[in-house]
């Protein structure tokens, strides 16, 4: 029999903490809405630049349309989902999502994925973009890193089971068939958990945040001078107009161009070495595996090190797999060297919230994380069509894994500039008092 007790939910003689309830939901709707819909999207681009007789670069137009529209949209998602209900929200949203994958199944010209795009960068915001951090965030006070890296994980597991599932689909059905099959994944594996589970705050749920008791709340109140229940942080305005911020926002940007830029394009860079399609989609899997096995990883690096050596770390392993891209042509390596490559994928799923929580706090940190990740709208809305580009103007991808080489030291610097500057920020609590981080709790 299933009770409910407070903080926990008891089956039988098993207890089981509502956030677990939430991290399980939310791998639920990273796996079915993120993963199939941008994850796999390069699977389909072969295919219909062969049928529509297009160059790759007009498709990856739907890339930066998804990215300039999120920009606008990141903070109004914000303020909306704030202040109405998280369930009833998320639950329009992933239907208008659903909808405008399938319609891709319709589209007959290069244009009409725009509209798509736009769909999916404005109605995603509150989707797979917002809602994860914002539920992992306030439902988790101990085990962030490890809840954030599970979550991610799943959905870059699902790339693997999903990418080379999807190229069946399209080798077998075509790729218009096998948008309506993304589209009916949406739908089945995202929706109950909108519709019935999610709750934004615990208190929603008669709940408490997983970890914070009376004890936590004190040994942290002793050290930052602060209260937890006050939601102690940076204030907004504050935050926008600091440096750290500045640097998170360039950071977010140059993550973007590196992710955005060259997921979809795996496919085409096998089939300008003269690859498979379906090895292709192997390395799209090999770069999700990647993604998968470092955010389980650096999930607990992160909670056991604290951020700063979970980044860095992730820095390091990404360099090496774009050295590697650049340099083999054996198909074995070059399936490893992409599994490296695909750390990239945690800076701005799992690194980036957990640094702007450890920088800003968390008196308003879904809507400094909004404004933060239009960094990556801006930067990685045009990463597609310059790797496409890339490929029709030079025949090669060389140029552009170049500029990934540039881009990942470009963001180690942004972050190394953060650690240092992120002491002249205050934090304030809900009674006006203020604390300067130097004291903040690791």
């Known amino acids: ?33 993120l993963a199939p819909i941008m994850g796999c999207q390069g699977n389909f681009i072969v295919p219909i630049c062969d049928e529509l007789g297009c160059g790759r670069s007009e498709i990856s137009v739907f890339n930066t349309a998804y990215w300039l529209s999120m920009i606008p949209a990141l903070p109004v998602a914000g303020r909306i989902l704030a202040k109405y209900d998280t369930r009833k929200v998320m639950t329009v949203s992933t239907l ?37 951090v914002s539920m992992i965030g306030n439902w988790f006070h101990k085990r962030t890193g490890v809840a954030m890296g599970i979550a991610t994980a799943v959905s870059a597991l699902a790339i693997v089971v999903l990418s080379p599932f999807l190229q069946g689909c399209i080798s077998q059905f075509g790729w218009r068939n096998a948008y309506f099959v993304e589209a009916l994944i949406v739908v089945v594996f995202a929706l109950p958990w909108t ?60 993550a973007a161009m590196i992710g955005s830029g060259f997921d979809s394009h795996l496919p085409g860079y096998a089939n300008s070495l003269g690859l498979s399609a379906e090895f292709g989609a192997y390395l799209v899997s090999a770069l999700a595996f990647g ?23 992730e820095f390091v392993m990404v360099c090496v797999g774009v050295a ?41 940190y879904t809507q400094i994380f909004s404004w933060t990740r239009m960094g990556a709208g801006i930067f990685g809305s045009f990463a597609a069509v310059l790797v496409g580009l890339s490929y029709d103007v030079t025949g090669s991808y060389t140029p552009a894994f170049l500029g990934a080489f540039v881009g990942v030291l470009l963001g180690a610097a942004f972050v190394f500039v953060t650690f240092r500057t992120m002491r002249t920020l205050v934090w304030v609590d809900d009674s006006g008092h203020e604390k300067n981080p130097r004291a903040q709790a690791k």
Request: hydrophobic share 50%.
């Open 324 to 364: 590697g891209l650049l340099a083999l042509r054996d198909p074995t390596l070059l399936l490893v060297f992409t599994f490296l490559f695909g750390v990239q994928d945690s800076f701005t799923n799992v690194s980036l919230p957990l640094l702007v929580r450890k920088v800003f706090g968390s008196r308003d």
């Open 195 to 254: 519709i019935f589970v999610f709750r934004d705050e615990p208190a929603q749920w008669d709940a408490e945040a997983y970890g914070l008791d009376d004890q936590a709340n004190a040994e942290l109140q002793e050290r930052t001078g602060l209260d937890f229940h006050g939601q102690p942080g940076v204030p907004l305005m504050r935050a926008l107009r600091s440096v750290p911020f500045v640097m998170l926002f360039l950071f977010a940007g140059i």
């Open 1 to 33: 029999m299933l009770t409910n007790q407070g903080s926990y939910v008891t089956i039988g003689s098993f207890k089981l903490h509502k956030a677990w309830i939430i991290l399980i939901g939310c791998c639920f709707l990273q796996a079915a809405t």
């Open 291 to 313: 993604s998968f096995c470092e955010k389980l990883i650096m999930g607990w690096v992160n909670d056991r090190f604290g951020v700063w050596a979970g980044v860095t770390t």
């Open 96 to 132: 208008a999502v659903a909808l405008a994958a399938g319609a891709m199944g319709f589209y007959t010209a290069p244009w009409m994925w725009i509209c798509s795009g736009i769909v999916f960068g404005t109605f995603g915001c509150c989707v797979f973009t917002i809602p994860l």
